[in-house]
T-cell receptor, first 116, second 116 residues
Framework: DTEVTQTPKHLVMGMTNKKSLKCEQH?????MYWYKQKAKKPPELMFV???????INESVPSRFSPECPNSSLLNLHLHALQPEDSALYLC???????????????FGPGTRLLVL | AQSVTQLGSHVSVSEGALVLLRCNYS??????LFWYVQYPNQGLQLLLK??????LVKGINGFEAEFKKSETSFHLTKPSAHMSDAAEYFC??????????????FGKGTKLSVKP
């Protein structure tokens, strides 16, 4: 299994809703990432988990709440989002076999979120 | 801080022509550089990466890139374009947080169009 899966593929939610995005990998990777990608823009890092612990939070608003229940699963809980949060949310993972920035990140297909 | 600049937000080539996508980096330390491709409504797929082992890096789908320290460049090339190469291409540098994994800093992307 060499892929990162994300569910749902599409999500429409109101500003008062609570929803969650799910990301899963079975490659034994120990680092997992959430990125946000607005239309016609590059991905921007939101969170990084290393060994199931949050290691990087790029000053993301608290209406986004990440969770890493185990080494294969990464969630992003959404609450009280704004229309400007509409974007493609990408999950990625990397092995962490070698410490440092040279490792490849493997991306999932993303969840396209629309906030009304 | 490290960064990458992609010259040309849109490149158009004819099928069978040379593909050249430009990327220049800014880094005070030896960089780790990546090229990713994103097809419409999909996640990112790694094409190739530079980790200082060799200056000419061969990737998937016939792409290659050459690291030139004197020019601070890591341009992506393919000798003969196919229609299936039409996509968005991102150059990225991996920033070392001083921990155990890196943070990908993406360029703004170059959209490649291939004309029949």
């Amino acid at each position: 299994d060499t892929e990162v899966t994300q569910t749902p593929k599409h999500l429409v939610m109101g500003m008062t809703n609570k929803k969650s995005l799910k990301c899963e990998q079975h490659m034994g990777h120990r680092a997992m990432y959430w990125y946000k990608q607005k239309a016609k823009k590059p991905p921007e890092l939101m969170f990084v988990y290393s060994y199931e612990k949050l290691s990087i939070n790029e000053s993301v608003p608290s209406r986004f709440s990440p969770e890493c229940p185990n080494s294969s699963l990464l969630n992003l809980h959404l609450h009280a989002l704004q229309p400007e949060d509409s974007a493609l949310y990408l999950c990625a993972s990397s092995p962490m076999r070698v410490a440092g920035p040279q490792e490849t990140q493997y991306f999932g297909p993303g969840t396209r979120l629309l906030v009304l | 801080a490290q960064s990458v600049t992609q010259l040309g937000s849109h490149v158009s080539v004819s099928e069978g022509a040379l593909v050249l996508l430009r990327c220049n980096y800014s880094s005070s330390v030896p960089p780790y550089l990546f090229w990713y491709v994103q097809y419409p409504n999909q996640g990112l797929q790694l094409l190739l990466k530079y980790t200082s082992a060799a200056t000419l890096v061969k990737g998937i789908n016939g792409f290659e890139a050459e690291f030139k320290k004197s020019e601070t460049s890591f341009h992506l090339t393919k000798p003969s374009a196919h229609m299936s190469d039409a996509a968005e291409y991102f150059c990225a540098v991996s920033e070392d947080y001083g921990g155990s994994q890196g943070n990908l800093i993406f360029g703004k992307g170059t959209k490649l169009s291939v004309k029949p």
